[in-house]
């Protein structure tokens, strides 16, 4: 029954796929820009629902749903600026022997996505968020499993997009919504031979599965999993010695932001045994003492973070620096911050583990080759950040590449959460940080996951799409026998 | 024993990799050009080296000398120009609630990458072939596993990289030669934890063993795979009406060019049951009877041809066309062309199947619709090909959307084989022609299978790499705030 469902899906996708092929760039975009709008026009209902499911409060999500609407209008704007495409053009030579055909190149979509949602982000990767606004740029149709711990707030998001889809003339299942929320259905989606593609937000046994599903199927797909991160940060002697107290306040909130609900929230701070250090730990505790639970996303992700930190906390030469001393409710969080020795940390893998919630773990090294170790002992990150001087920057100039082995961002002189939607954000990193660290979930580049280039080989001009005619009528940049140009010939 | 040698290889490339990290783009590229002048100062001992390993003429093994300096060229450009690493630069926006991060990325090298040769290229595609050269332009260390079947020629050609590893004062392993022939070596390279990417050019089982060792590790990296295509054909009703024998003969040279071992050897050419299909198959039909055959790579390829041409002659509905009526001697391929009716075709799924050598089938169809049905109905290909004059492409203007969803590269009243060494050039296509169709193999574009973008945040000029700094030194293009441009700041 699910198979039989999801195959009709399946098919639907692969037909509103190749109906979108006669679609301009800007018919694209104004469809980008609907959602967007009808997301907003959802007005307070939406955010109403989204807090019921999420626990997130109204402000938080209020923030969401703006970076929502905007990554859907930079994609929109990408695909009308155009030069997205990567369009190369390499001109014949008739005269050479043998004669230089004319080759000719650019992006093409590839074909149905499948995306997963992430619960800490009911809009920003859910139903609307970044994979779907990615792959609908690329020109790819997109199934949304929804997530089941927002299945109601992805349903209204999805009535959004199916308005929007109304309104600008769409292919109807260009977006389609399953929302048989079993983990049998995931794998009947991404097993499906007309998947081309698979986004995912989530965690890390998550991820592996969908990995897995796909591995199985005999044809390889691209699987973009990202899978969380614990966030290295390592603290330099200069920068504790001059601002231990301001760096422990900073990272008391960045740890406890959405309470730790965050990919790039940093579970792990490495520092030397600095006379400044019980400074650092003292505000850091202090503040984390000070800080207000308030309910996780849902009651498995709040059963996991107690699970989890009960397990860290009994590992031996793990100590329990401080907890929020406020009272808890229901399925709140508790902040947390435990210290242990770099050695310890260094012999005990499940401590490089994601606790996910307000839990950060401080790594006291006896020297800078120490904290280089412990920071090279942590497996693949989404960042990584450096709080130093110019002075600490100095003197160990090791730390870029060190750092660029470890991350996808680095970070420097700030927390890591607050992932800033640019061109040039690259949220991804190695292993088990995401599936594939060549490509980004946010920022306009992740429209490259669900792209492919194909080549025109003397190709009559008239037959050409737009972007590869000699004229360059929509005056995009292009690679013109190697030169960078936007005019046309 | 294996096991510890491959151990030790992946640890010294890693090293080799971290090391490079200090080498500036120019050095990286007079390195290249330096194994391109000890590649070709090696001589005719070379070419005689490769042919009696290959039986592959000296004619041919030089135009694949030229390729492969050429490539290495190319790549040593790139370096040297210097856009290719996609730096893009947001800046700061203080005043903005919250503060906008400065942020800029560039693409990296991803670290030790194995490369398995192909047979059928035994410079282009082997030792310093496409994939060394670009994964050592991207910044990556390599190791090759010789071809088996022309161990000498990979050996000289490692001695000469060797040499110019010296003369470049390069890290020494850098590049590193692994002779050891058997699976279980193939195996051991590409699970090695140290692994960070997988070329290989070959045969489908072979791509596919490979994509399962990859799947077996557990933590995910690229294998690029290229296995093959059969290069459907399709001859549209005019151009058959008006160029029914010089397609033949243009077909039947590019059958039988380098008897046939090419992936992009047309293997599949399908037709209308047309009125000048009659002299299209006779003309076809005597090319192939006069064509010389001559030594195939080697005795596996051999037997392998023949035993696929005996199993695909003896289908049902298929009928042998021609074959060389000269005298077939050891290891000769003999050139063959057989029909069969589109019905046939579409249900016997070994008739899809390539049989790598100098042998087409051609698929006769009543209609046009069933002409694409029979285009529609093959896998993933390399490249497609359209023959057909402005008439018939007019008339039949959904051409280039299913050529779109074939093939990785379009031919317009062309040939496949010959292929273009360009940045433009698409060699990659849809599973099973590649593993990962949104990348190529030839062509500069080639080093982005081997490198990842990394965001700094906030980080002093000073420890940003030349390419990322305010005044951009290099004078690359980047794309700053939105916009390209070359222009410092």
Redesign the interface.
Known sequence: MIEQNIHEVLVNANNAF?EL?QYSPSHKAAFLKTIAAEIEALGDSLLEQAAEETNLPIERLKGERARTILQLHLFAEMLQ?G?WVEA???TAIPERT?P??N???ML?P?GPIVVFGASNFPFAYSTAGGDTASALAAGCSVIVKAHPAHLNTSKMVFQAIQKAIKINNMPQHIVQHVTETSFEAGKVLVQHPLTAGVGFTGSLSGG?AL?QYA?ER???I?VFAEMGSINPVIILPNAMQQNAETIAKEYAASITLGMGQFCTNPGLIITLQHKKLPVFLQELGKQIEMSVPSAMLHKGIHQAYFSKLEKVLAQKGVNLLKQSIHVVQALDALPTVATVNASVFLENPLLHEEVFGPYSLVVQCASMDELFTVWKAVKGQLTTSIMGT?ED?ANYHT???TA?EI????????VPT?V?V?????H?G???AC??????AVGI?AV??W??????????D??LPLELKDSNPLKI?R?LN?V?TKIGF
């Open positions: 190749n092929k600026e030069s190369v053009i390499d043998p230089k055909p080759i000719r190149r093409f590839i592996k990995t591995a005999g044809k390889p691209p110019d920057l730390i870029v590449d660029i991350a996808g961002r680095i970070v420097f002189n700030g607050g800033e640019c061109p040039a954000m690259v991804g190695p292993y088990p599936t594939d660290s060549r490509f980004t580049f490259k996951r792209v492919r280039p194909i080549a025109f080989q003397n190709a009559p008239y037959l940049w690679m190697g960078f």
